[in-house]
């Protein structure tokens, strides 16, 4: 089995449009130089220019993102196959990690990678980008006959048994918000055959992503004792 | 019960003197404004200097350090209070991070916090920093009364039953090494009831952290239910 997960609706995106042109993104682009259009939008470097963006509380967490993904990369699981990363962002574009791919695990080389992928889309390679929603890519992309959603809305849920049941299928496929705050958006949730709670208290993304993949990894061990 | 958990001989420090005056920490020193005595020292922009350091494939890991951390303090049990989490590193220095502490979730945040505290070292506050070495941290500063060390030298061991047995004890103790590579240091040894190995696979200290800490969590929460 290879649990398929989605970090959901990042805070992932080139600065928009809208924005370029305020001083933080130019004092950023000056200070890099580096275009405002292929600048990664980072509320640490960018907050003062936001409050105009739509959603802008949901937005521009790159750091968020790089934790999560570290948190998935790092464990067997992922070294050993069994695990794919999908980052959708909220501009519906997915990064699809490969196998046994490594991400830099500094946040500035992240940063720079991101920004290359974001601008280049490319098609192949170890990190790939394309235009997906989240139905086209559980649906289509990754075809999941089991999909989990983590959610504070969902119910409360007992991972280690959760994992027991997402290893007995065939393509199972849990989905992470990658975004700061708030909920999944409505298409998200149509997505989901269940949406689960794994704690008492909201958790960080990386959070999640650590203990769903730990758990899913002890599993997995189990069937192959 | 609350778990004191020591990321040990970790890669964070200041730039040492015998660098200061090499291009590549000059060029950072100068892009930032910062004086190079009160710089981070960071593999991923200080490398071609690094070299010439002593032991240098195990320093300058602040991002390692940052991921380790922010896995800790994600957590509920963190969050409830019953964790408390001490970065120890290569100089001897502790940065004792106080209960319910925010860190940075941005990288470059936290390594201006980090110069901040290396260089000013405050006698209290939410991160104290003083001197101490392992033996100092854990027999006197702790008060440990069970020791487990984390590394690939361990014996193989379930960590579900390694955290039922430390939430047994009263000031149970748990270190993970802070670097890139190699083992813990001899006198690091000397301080540990047990060595102990959780994976077949060597494990980034972000994802040890994240496992120990839930475990632990998990195992608090029985004890409690």
Same mark, same amino acid.
């Given at each position: ?6 970090? *959901? ?43 105009? /963006? ?38 519906? /574009? ?37 235009? *997906?929603?989240?139905?086209? /890519? ?56 269940? /949406? ?8 960080? *993304? ?12 002890? *599993? ?6």
């Amino acid at each position: 089995v290879t649990l398929h997960l989605v970090l *959901a609706e990042s805070a992932l995106e080139l600065v928009p449009q809208e924005i370029r042109n305020t001083p933080a993104v130019r004092s950023d682009s000056r200070r890099r130089g580096t275009d405002p259009s292929e600048i990664i939008l980072d509320r640490s470097l960018h907050h003062s220019s936001m409050p105009r /963006l739509s959603h802008g509380e949901r937005r521009g967490r790159p750091d968020l993102v790089h934790e999560a993904v570290l948190s998935a990369t790092g464990t067997p699981l992922f070294m050993n196959g069994k695990l794919k990363v999908y980052v959708h962002t909220n501009q519906n /574009l997915v990064l699809q990690i490969e196998e046994k791919t490594r991400i830099p695990k500094s946040y500035n080389r992240f940063r720079g990678l991101a920004e290359q992928l974001l601008t280049e889309r490319p098609k192949s390679g170890l990190v790939k980008v394309y235009d *997906a929603d989240i139905t086209k /890519l559980v649906k289509k992309v990754i075809g999941a006959d089991r999909v989990v959603g983590m959610s504070t809305q969902g119910a409360p849920t007992d991972l280690g048994e959760l994992s027991k049941e997402l290893t007995a299928t065939r393509r199972p496929c849990v989905l992470v918000g990658g975004f700061p705050r708030g909920h999944f958006d409505p298409a998200v949730l149509r997505m989901t055959d269940r /949406l689960v709670r794994i704690s008492p208290m909201p958790l960080e *993304a990386h959070v999640v992503v650590a203990r769903v993949v730990y758990e899913v990894e002890k *599993a997995t061990n189990r069937i192959n004792d």
